[in-house]
């Protein structure tokens, strides 16, 4: 099995503590575990330089020619190519604390595949959302798309819009859930946004890097990202 990341010093000794039940600092592991995808490539001296004791799998790194490498070497034959660690610096040493790395819940669907996973997930997220704003400034021209979108919504709720919509489309909406609250929302948060977004209650922030119509249509694929703000 090929692995997926080298770990820095500090880190592969927290997981060699956490491995043997003696981790001191449980915040430290609760970040980097976030971030861990197993199996971790090392080799020898980096074995050596943390003091972990174990002949075994020393012989068997040696044996596959992992003995003396520096860790960006090692990373170069990895999946992800990255050294995890915790001092931020340039590539290939990808830091835990870094704010611009996220580790999100991730949808991804390829093309035929039924988005219905996403659809009941995203209407449990909105079912007791008083304030829902969606951000997707092509909406008015995929009807069909935003019609099937409203059909997800709570029965009553203010839906946020930051583009118009046309007056014929907003009144077969309002048809379908006469207790939701069309506005048109003046925020700027989105305008130079490319991608397009649900917010929920300001909790919850549903990224779609393919559009609205994207959730419904099956002939491309649709990848959403949900995270807590």
Same mark, same amino acid.
């Given at each position: 099995?090929?692995?997926?990341?080298?770990?820095?010093?500090?880190?592969?000794?927290?997981?060699?503590?956490?491995?043997?039940?003696?981790?001191?600092?449980?915040?430290?592991?609760?970040?980097?575990?976030?971030?861990?995808?197993?199996?971790?490539?090392?080799? @020898?001296?980096?074995?050596?330089?943390?003091?972990?004791?174990?002949?075994?799998? *020393?012989?068997?790194?040696?044996?596959?020619?992992?003995?003396? *490498?520096?860790?960006?070497?090692?990373?170069?034959?990895?999946?992800?190519?990255?050294?995890?660690?915790?001092?931020?610096?340039?590539?290939?040493?990808?830091?835990?604390?870094?704010?611009?790395?996220?580790?999100?819940?991730?949808?991804?669907?390829?093309?035929?595949?039924?988005?219905?996973?996403?659809?009941?997930?995203?209407?449990?997220?909105?079912?007791?959302?008083? @304030?829902? @704003?969606?951000?997707?400034?092509?909406?008015?021209?995929?009807?069909?798309?935003?019609?099937?979108? @409203?059909?997800?919504?709570?029965?009553?709720?203010?839906?946020?819009?930051?583009?118009?919509?046309?007056?014929?489309?907003?009144?077969?909406?309002? *048809?379908?859930?006469?207790?939701?609250?069309?506005?048109?929302?003046?925020?700027?948060?989105?305008?130079?946004?490319?991608?397009?977004?649900?917010?929920?209650?300001?909790?919850?922030?549903?990224?779609?890097?393919?559009?609205?119509?994207?959730?419904?249509?099956?002939?491309?694929?649709?990848?959403?990202?949900?995270?807590?703000?």
């Amino acid at each position: 099995m090929k692995a997926n990341q080298v770990l820095s010093d500090e880190l592969l000794s927290l997981w060699h503590q956490f491995k043997h039940g003696q981790v001191i600092d449980n915040r430290l592991l609760e970040r980097f575990l976030r971030y861990y995808h197993p199996p971790h490539l090392t080799n @020898v001296s980096q074995l050596n330089r943390c003091g972990i004791d174990d002949g075994a799998l *020393q012989q068997q790194l040696a044996q596959s020619g992992f003995v003396s *490498q520096t860790l960006a070497t090692l990373a170069a034959q990895t999946r992800f190519q990255i050294v995890l660690g915790q001092n931020h610096g340039n590539y290939p040493y990808i830091s835990i604390h870094n704010k611009a790395i996220t580790t999100e819940l991730n949808y991804s669907f390829q093309p035929q595949e039924s988005r219905q996973p996403l659809h009941q997930h995203l209407q449990a997220l909105m079912a007791k959302a008083k @304030v829902i @704003v969606l951000a997707d400034r092509y909406i008015r021209d995929h009807r069909h798309a935003a019609l099937a979108f @409203v059909k997800l919504l709570p029965d009553a709720c203010t839906l946020c819009l930051t583009h118009k919509l046309g007056s014929e489309l907003q009144h077969e909406l309002k *048809q379908d859930k006469p207790r939701v609250k069309f506005i048109l929302d003046t925020r700027t948060d989105y305008i130079n946004r490319h991608d397009r977004y649900l917010l929920i209650d300001n909790q919850i922030e549903v990224i779609l890097t393919s559009g609205i119509d994207y959730l419904f249509d099956t002939t491309k694929e649709c990848t959403a990202i949900i995270r807590a703000l």
